[in-house]
């Protein structure tokens, strides 16, 4: 009988610990910006490109300081000019708890 108390114990701890974990994951992991194309570094031929990515875990996004809109599963999709040469953009992002993370594209855009 006291095996049996312990293992149950166990498991309903192991249970609440496991919970626990899955119901603070936004909080530890934070918020996090990936961006699917254009690769970064990538030589670009036109003037304008078209970024696609996805925004985790995040209250509002910007590109470059302007607001971008996400859809309900963090998808977005901009447009942006490139100047000849080199350009950088950047994407910043704020969670619920307040904390940020950016993340620096860097295009060169080759003008024929």
């Given at each position: 009988?006291?095996?049996?108390?312990?293992?149950?114990?166990?498991?309903?701890?192991?249970?609440?610990?496991?919970?626990?974990?899955?119901?603070?994951?936004?909080?530890?992991s934070?918020?996090?910006?990936?961006?699917?194309?254009?690769?970064?570094?990538?030589?670009?031929?036109?003037?304008?490109?078209?970024?696609?990515?996805?925004?985790?875990?995040?209250?509002?996004?910007?590109?470059?300081?302007?607001?971008?809109?996400?859809?309900?599963?963090?998808?977005?999709?901009?447009?942006?000019?490139?100047?000849?040469?080199?350009?950088?953009?950047?994407?910043?992002?704020r969670?619920?708890?307040?904390?940020?993370?950016?993340?620096?594209?860097?295009?060169?855009?080759?003008?024929?």
């Amino acid at each position: 009988k006291k095996i049996l108390k312990i293992t149950i114990i166990l498991a309903i701890v192991i249970i609440v610990l496991g919970y626990s974990l899955f119901a603070s994951h936004s909080f530890i992991s934070g918020p996090e910006i990936v961006i699917d194309e254009p690769l970064n570094g990538s030589s670009i031929a036109t003037s304008s490109v078209v970024i696609k990515g996805t925004a985790l875990r995040i209250q509002d996004i910007s590109l470059n300081g302007r607001p971008i809109f996400i859809d309900e599963k963090g998808n977005f999709t901009e447009t942006l000019l490139l100047a000849p040469g080199y350009n950088v953009s950047l994407f910043s992002a704020r969670d619920k708890f307040d904390r940020t993370t950016e993340y620096k594209l860097e295009l060169v855009y080759k003008d024929k």
